[in-house]
């Protein structure tokens, strides 16, 4: 989530909250994530793999799925992992884990997968760092992550409203393309995918925001409850972007494929 200062206590809080709710109301992140399993190499065979970023483990099933063998989910947030472990099979394994700093031995995995997990990172870098160290000469990388422009309809509301950021941020994708061409992996391939999502009301838009977990965390946010003012000043600038088909809400998302060379170590 680019420069914002993520406080990763308070994300893994966040998110073990919302372990309950989250499947519930995540239309667009299976949408996203099956578009990424879409994107896995055909060839891809894989025997050691890892979930990064699992959450309720709906894709770290589908991945045990395809591969027919056993995968790693690993998350930052421990309610999340009890959620995935009660509503998986048993072969399925789960660990703690935050993104930039596996717990998992240097070249030791094939395929790494992670959906909207690592726009929650305060460092990119160090998260492809750490997959590079723990991926196999050979081994790939297939992330997703959310790039500027999502939910800039809530952001520019907001920011009509008393200039202050309550949306995190997400970084611009020249810098992910920046990142990436840095990150010391022998080719790399980026494509971003636009959703546009419609709600009736604007309250429908916040609610599913916090039954995802998703909820604004940047430190640069404003403390304090919003009081009914505020809220129908942003419900009125809001309004002012409806379309024929409800109230848009964007995102915006990168889709990463990262392959580590024979040659790399
Ligand atoms: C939007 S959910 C996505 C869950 C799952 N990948 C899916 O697509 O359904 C984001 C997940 O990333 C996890 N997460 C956030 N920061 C993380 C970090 N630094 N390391 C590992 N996991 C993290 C959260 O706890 C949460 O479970």
């Known amino acids: 989530m680019s420069d914002a200062v993520i406080d990763k206590r308070q994300v893994a809080a966040s998110f073990s909250r919302a372990a309950g709710t989250y499947d519930q109301v995540a239309e667009l992140q299976r949408n996203v994530g099956n578009n990424l399993l879409a994107r896995l190499p055909h060839a891809a065979c894989a025997r050691q793999l890892a979930d990064i970023g699992c959450g309720t483990g709906y894709f770290t099933r589908a991945l045990a799925e395809r591969f027919g063998q056993p995968v790693l989910g690993l998350d930052i947030s421990e309610g999340m992992l009890r959620y995935a472990r009660e509503h998986s099979p048993d072969s399925l394994g789960w660990a703690t884990a935050d993104a930039e700093s596996l717990p998992l031995r240097s070249a030791s995995q094939d395929l790494l997968f992670s959906s909207l997990a690592l726009q929650w990172c305060p460092q990119l870098p160090l998260a492809l760092a750490e997959a590079f160290r723990v991926l196999r000469p050979g081994g790939c990388m297939a992330f997703n992550t959310l790039v500027e422009g999502t939910l800039a309809e809530l952001r520019d509301a907001w920011l009509a409203v008393d200039g202050f950021v309550h949306v995190n941020r997400f970084m611009p994708l020249a810098q992910l393309q ?21 709600y009736g009301q604007l309250s429908e838009l916040t609610h599913e925001l916090k039954a995802l977990g998703a909820h604004n965390l940047n430190a640069g ?27 848009p809400a964007t995102y915006q998302v990168a889709q990463i494929l990262l392959f580590k060379g024979l040659d790399q170590v």
């Open 178 to 198: 920046q990142v990436l061409a840095q990150s010391g992996f022998a080719r790399w391939h980026c494509e971003v995918e636009r959703h546009v999502l419609h």
């Open 221 to 247: 946010r404003p403390s304090g409850l919003t009081g009914r003012a505020r809220l129908r000043a942003l419900t009125a600038a809001y309004e002012a972007q409806r379309q024929a088909a409800g109230l």
